[in-house]
T-cell receptor, first 115, second 111 residues
Framework: DAGVIQSPRHEVTEMGQEVTLRCKPI?????LFWYRQTMMRGLELLIY????????DSGMPEDRFSAKMPNASFSTLKIQPSEPRDSAVYFC?????????????FGDGTRLSIL | QKEVEQDPGPLSVPEGAIVSLNCTYS??????FMWYRQYSRKGPELLMY????GNKEDGRFTAQVDKSSKYISLFIRDSQPSDSATYLC???????????FGKGTSLLVTP
């Protein structure tokens, strides 16, 4: 079975540019999560969706960050304008199944560097 | 006080050793407990998932949960060099679907 697919795997861009990260969750999963991982702060939840609807975006650092899920098989995380402090690894995860609190399955992340 | 405490290591052991990895937590609402393994430049991979106190075994891995002490452990028997990775504990509370992660323990198993 295909796991969570993220693209691009690496992104290097200059400060001020728009960055778009993409995620395809596991088919049939109804929850989708965006995380950011840094050495200092570890894994932090940015936002999550249930059935394509954003449920909790309290982890989104500022208005420069936005996320969408137009359908069950695709989500984007956008940063505009980007800043050097946004450099991190961004992970997408999905979960689903009967009953709540199913374990989350992660993609291999997008390594983002803002110069 | 942080909600989850996990020793970052690094922890270095010889091949074949028994490894013990631990996390403590402060939030009584944490009800579901997970261990993830993360290799360099890869995403976290689920190893163990449990929701009750006691032990759960899967091959060389045993997860132990003590809710009264707010303490969870992961034991790895007959450790292999391929077990070298960062191990993260993670928790669901009963108030939402956000996973709360420890910062991870780096493990190195030397041949």
């Amino acid at each position: 079975d295909a796991g969570v697919i993220q693209s691009p795997r690496h992104e290097v861009t200059e400060m001020g540019q728009e960055v778009t990260l993409r995620c395809k969750p596991i088919s049939g999963h109804d929850y989708l999560f965006w995380y950011r991982q840094t050495m200092m702060r570890g894994l932090e939840l940015l936002i999550y969706f249930n059935n394509n609807v954003p449920i909790d975006d309290s982890g989104m650092p500022e208005d420069r960050f936005s996320a969408k899920m137009p359908n069950a098989s695709f989500s984007t995380l956008k940063i505009q304008p980007s800043e050097p402090r946004d450099s991190a690894v961004y992970f997408c995860a999905s979960s689903g199944g009967v009953g709540g609190y199913q374990p989350q399955h992660f993609g291999d992340g997008t390594r983002l560097s803002i110069l | 006080q942080k909600e989850v405490e996990q020793d970052p290591g690094p922890l270095s052991v010889p091949e074949g050793a028994i490894v013990s990895l631990n996390c403590t937590y402060s939030n009584s609402a944490f009800q579901y407990f997970m261990w993830y393994r993360q290799y360099s430049r890869k995403g976290p991979e689920l190893l163990m998932y449990t929701y009750s106190s006691g032990n759960k075994e899967d091959g060389r891995f045993t997860a132990q949960v003590d809710k009264s002490s707010k303490y969870i452990s992961l034991f790895i028997r007959d450790s292999q060099p391929s077990d070298s990775a960062t191990y993260l504990c993670a928790f669901y509370s009963n108030s939402g679907y956000a996973l709360n992660f420890g910062k991870g323990t780096s493990l190195l198993v030397t041949p």
